[in-house]
């Protein structure tokens, strides 16, 4: 699977406010056979694991880390327990963090000032070190003003290359 580079897989087990399901429960029916899927994969490919899971995730990442995934997408900032900066320090030598652009309250009702600040605290969070990838926690609806989109892609073009 030499052309394989990147390994999607999705798995909403989080909401707003926290786990969809206790962590022990995630330990002992989900985990096993994840880890079981990843391995596969990594056995036969270079890929990496890119874990879609929305919500307040926190409690997850040490489980995931220890399977073999490798990037969490979204760090949806607007949920419980997932200050940017605090995730970093926790879990940044381990993961990759994609996402952190909140999209439920910045990007499509603050305006561009607010975006740009949004923007540079989350590449001051999650930058350093490596492991970022600056993007917004999830698709952009058409609810977003065009300068609040600019205010964010010029945040990152002056501000969060490295």
Known sequence: MMYLQVFVYWNDIASQHGPLISPDTYRRLIKPKDRKLFEAVKKKSDAKIFYHLCGACRHFIPDLIEIGVDILNPVQVAARDMDTARLKKD????????????????????????????????????????????????????????????????????????
């Open 91 to 162: 879990f940044g030598k381990g993961i990759t963090f994609w996402g952190g652009v909140d999209t439920q309250r910045v990007l499509p009702y603050g305006t561009p000032e607010q975006v740009r600040d949004e923007a540079r605290r989350r590449i001051d969070d999650l930058a350093p070190g490596g492991g970022f990838v600056f993007a917004t926690v999830h698709n952009i609806q058409n609810d977003v003003p065009p300068e609040n989109i600019m205010a964010a892609v010029e945040t990152l073009h002056e501000y969060g290359l490295y």
